[in-house]
């Protein structure tokens, strides 16, 4: 969302040779790297938290593709597998969300990388592979996925194992046969041998943290009943043979959807290690919402995603349970190209949610490019962080838009007392946050920043531990901090429909927002709001066109969105 600035409140993832060769190779190749350690984790109400001590521990991932025909990790073809661990750890992530497909455990398990790679006819991945990573060609597809596994590990790289699909392929349509059990590839109790091999692969492994039972549940088969049976059975297999682990579990229709538990909790036979998942992303509403109905799609969209899935972390007594859990928004993500504006609106839409509620997360996607993809060789991935060569980030702004949601900004224990809540500001559109200074603010890198309270629409925004109050000085002229904190100037007030704008008042009457001018500095410009639309319109010199933002203490950069403000959650 374009010039959007968050309110957000703090608190303080061939042959096979022979066996005894395969053994040696195995040895030689993975005994390097540092034995990583990690303590279990578990779950505290919404929280996922390291045994023992009760620590939060926060998930902020990247997926990493390793389900479609070739059953390998993507890019291990391109670049050596340290590399890419190393990679992983700099871009910021803490966690790798590896799928995998039920197939290579049940069927294929016996299949080489080698073997995988000829039956494809993926020549040109046969020569990197020999060139990058030339241990791999021997191994076994499952010895393989260890290998990547252990690799992460030794980077201090958690791991969450998605069980994506059965059939190995590129997921996922509505209709094929990897949807929902009892479809064409799914079958159930194949399902659950796999997921019990897996579980009872890696017991022990302290990077894998984390398991999870399915990917977007979804197709013409798809019914509540089915899920809570299977849903039931898949969490007591892993468990049951793996139960340091936490289990990951999905709803229905592509993972938006876990509404029917407001009625009927699921229920399990362990406690303090359920996590449930969702996905969203700008395609699963019409790009035109976003282009021209900004504020209001993303007001739309954001209740619904409460209503149908992040409602899992809050309490309520309207809900036949009011037990908390974790929820991990495992997949969501743009077109790092930057030619989809729709997308780069949906993401100032979605991080400001994300910073706001502190959601665990995994991006899609790491990989560059796949090996092969619905029948393209050598297939570009534009949602990737890293480019098709695997050389370099695709999109830098992509990354630091990241910078805040990657910080754990609450904890597992929160005073929600009105008079102890702070906020921090963020403006998602360049993933800056705002700090004082004397008496004028601006946004800067997101590892420090002021804090703010702001505890009445209409009132005052202090600045923490001051007597300084954000105060809004002319059209096109920076806000500062002053002693003034009575004067309408310095009374912000929400202003649009997604509740991610705030406005003062000059003289006149005039409504002043905040706007992202120049490099960090934070000017006011004169904005009115369309009152059967709820459009931004800006009414200042620069012939700005109609710009639309979702956020918390929002503010307007053209030729898009304003300010964000989240007055909701506490930071103690």
Known sequence: MCGSISLISEVLCPEMQPKTLKIVLYTL?????????????????????????????????????????????????????????????????????????????????????????????????????????????????????????????????????????????????????????????????????????????????????????????????????????????????????????????????????????????????????????????????????????????????????????????????????????????????????????????????????MAERDIDWALWALQGSYMLREGQVDSEEVYGMFDVNWDHLRNSTVQQRLQLIKQMTQGELQNQMTENISFIMYHPQSGQCVQAAKDSFFTSDCQDWSFWAHHEDGGPIRLTDSSGCLTAVADGVPAIISDDCSSQKSMWKLVSSSKLHVAAQDELGRRLSFWKRWLHIIVTFLASIIAFTQHWIAEDTCRAKVRHLRGGMAWLDPPGPPFLYHPNVAYS
């Not at 020569?127 to 996925?145: C, E, I, R, S």
């Not at 954001?302 to 036949?320: D, G, H, L, N």
């Open 29 to 353: 190749f993975f005994l390097f790297p540092t034995l990583y350690h990690s303590l279990p984790l578990s779950t505290n109400s919404r929280w996922i938290i390291e045994e023992p001590g009760g620590n939060r521990k926060k998930l902020t991932c990247v997926n990493w593709a390793a389900h479609l025909q070739p059953m390998l990790p993507e890019g291990i073809e391109k670049k050596p597998l340290k590399y890419i661990a190393e990679q992983v750890g700099a871009m910021g992530f803490n966690c790798v969300r590896l799928t995998w497909a039920t197939y290579m455990f049940t069927r294929f398990s016996n299949r080489t990388v080698a073997e995988s790679l000829d039956q494809l006819g993926l020549k040109q991945a046969m020569v990197g592979m020999t060139q990058y990573n030339p241990l791999f060609l021997n191994l076994t597809l499952v010895d393989a996925q260890k290998a990547v596994v252990d690799e992460l590990g030794a980077h201090n790289i958690m791991v969450v194992l998605d069980n994506h699909v059965s059939l190995p392929k590129w997921c996922c349509s509505e209709n094929d046969g990897n949807g929902f059990f009892g479809d064409l590839y799914f079958d159930s109790n194949e399902w659950l041998l796999g997921l019990t091999m897996v579980a009872n692969r890696y017991k022990g492994n302290p990077a894998i943290v984390a398991m999870s039972l399915r990917n977007e549940l979804r197709g013409p088969h798809q019914n509540e009943t089915g899920w809570y049976k299977y849903i039931q059975e898949g969490a007591t297999a892993i468990h049951s043979e793996n139960p340091d682990v936490l289990v990951v579990v999905s709803g229905l229709s592509f993972e938006t959807n876990l509404s029917f538990l407001k009625e009927k909790p699921l229920e399990l036979n362990f406690s303090n290690k359920l996590v449930y998942e969702a996905h969203w992303y700008g395609f699963f509403n019409p790009k035109q919402k976003w282009l021209s109905e900004t504020n209001e799609e993303c007001a739309n969209v954001t209740e619904e995603f409460i209503k149908q899935s992040a409602f899992v972390m809050m309490s309520s007594t309207s809900r036949s349970s009011n037990n908390p859990a974790p929820l991990f928004l495992s997949e969501f993500g743009v077109d790092q190209r930057g030619v989809n504006e729709g997308d780069n609106r949906y993401l100032g839409c979605l991080l400001s949610i």
